[in-house]
């Protein structure tokens, strides 16, 4: 169990570009990277509005003289100081991800970025080259993916108490999308433009968490063929989707659906995972996330509950609030920023061997991110056709 203790010899000096008051996702990055003591928030870029950002971060407890305007100026300010920042976390729109970690990685600080990664596995490429060539780490945050169930998931399926893997069924949808964009926010515009959103709107924006955290509990299998069929039911929203279906075989003879929308009315929010084997099956849902469903053929269903002794150790072992007490998204991301935060340490160190068994969510799991979405991409626009995975 995780119970607050330091693992770091000292914190990392953390700084942050985007993620200020205006900002959605700012607060779920500081929730996470705080919890444990791991990070201290010394620096910021944190809005396109310098004096908005300087007082947001001064209200934050970073010096007024380490508020930054850009993030180039965050760089140049920090470049000869003894007490440089070491991290930072980019949670800006999808278009400014690359040449944002890319001038990181080249002023030699560790990035943690937002999904999805970048536009293009060859931008990912050039990333992961990059970050290699500087003995760095670039982490992506995939937000329900440190939940102790999920891990539970992980490690039944590889304990093979699911059987052979058959069906993988996977759903992430809301309706806050479902009326048009007339008083929409910048929030909502920069993600329906293809100029700042890449490609995608609901795939690369909440389709991925999906993606991802079947990879996470099914790395054994791999997706061969897919088929994508994507809609805008917001017609100015075109050519990007606020709706999709995703077909997947996968190599072991798995069959696959992903269900994403953001026109789902009347639904506030909700993830849902099925992984159904030839003995039995589980389900797991952030809206009942302190429950898993484990269904064996020809045996009564059963409601496991986290933080119990009942649970494989990889599940205890991640789990922070016990089982009297309900774990949520800001738990499951202070797990992903401390994984991250343990890599960046052994990479400090030169720990090879502690990274090789390493678990988090890094370069490589952005690429497959953007890897799966260029090919849902390219089937949708073949008129939702099956296309071998590339």
């Known amino acids: 169990m995780i119970n607050g203790e330091r693992t770091l010899m000292r914190p990392l000096r953390w700084g942050m570009v985007g993620g200020g008051r205006t900002g959605q996702v700012g607060y779920k990055h ?34 007024s003289d380490r508020c930054y305007a850009t993030y180039q100026d965050l760089i140049a300010g920090e470049a000869d100081r003894e007490d440089k920042v070491d991290v930072v976390s980019v949670a800006t729109p999808n278009f400014t991800h690359f040449e944002i ?9 560790h990035v ?39 891990h539970q998931m992980a490690a039944m399926v590889a304990k093979g108490l699911l059987g052979d893997i058959r069906i993988i069924d996977m759903q992430y949808t809301h309706g806050f999308n479902a009326g048009d964009d007339t008083n929409a926010g910048d929030a909502v515009k920069w993600r329906t433009n293809p100029a700042t959103a890449g490609s995608t709107f609901v795939l690369g924006d909440i ?7 079947s990879e996470v509990v099914l790395p054994h299998i791999k997706v061969e063929r897919l088929l994508c069929d994507r ?3 917001i017609p100015t929203r075109a050519p990007l989707e606020d709706h999709a279906t995703v077909l ?37 849902s952030d809206s009942h996330p302190d429950q898993l469903l484990y269904e064996v053929q020809g045996e009564p ?11 494989e150790d990889e599940s205890l072992a991640v789990d922070r609030m016990g089982a009297l007490h309900t774990e949520g998204l800001g738990d499951s991301w202070a797990n992903i920023y401390l994984w991250i935060a343990q890599a ?15 678990h988090y969510p890094g370069i490589e799991a952005g690429t497959e991110g953007v890897r799966w979405l260029e090919n849902c991409v390219r089937s949708a626009d073949a008129g939702a056709a099956w296309v071998d995975y590339k």
């Open 207 to 213: 389709g991925t968490h999906l993606y991802y955290l």
């Open 301 to 311: 269903n059963r409601i496991l509950h986290h933080g119990m002794s009942y649970l």
């Open 30 to 63: 500081r929730t996470g990277a705080l919890r444990d003591g791991t990070y201290q928030l010394v620096a910021g870029a944190f809005d396109l509005d310098a004096q908005r950002g300087r007082e947001f971060g001064t209200n934050l407890g970073v010096a």
């Open 101 to 109: 970690t890319k001038a990181l990685l080249q002023a030699g600080i």
């Open 248 to 284: 997947m075989h996968y190599d072991n003879g798995a069959r696959g659906r992903l269900w994403s929308s953001s026109v789902n009315a009347g639904n506030m929010g909700s993830q849902r995972y099925r992984f159904i084997g030839s003995k039995a099956s589980v389900e797991w």
């Open 344 to 358: 960046i340490d052994a990479r400090m160190r030169d720990d090879d061997a502690f990274l090789a068994s390493h």
């Open 231 to 233: 809609k805008a039911f």
């Open 112 to 150: 943690i970025c937002e999904k999805p990664l970048f536009f293009t596995v060859a931008e990912c490429d050039e990333i992961r080259d990059l970050a290699s060539k500087n003995g760095l780490i670039v982490g992506v945050t995939y937000g329900f993916t440190g939940h102790p169930l999920v």
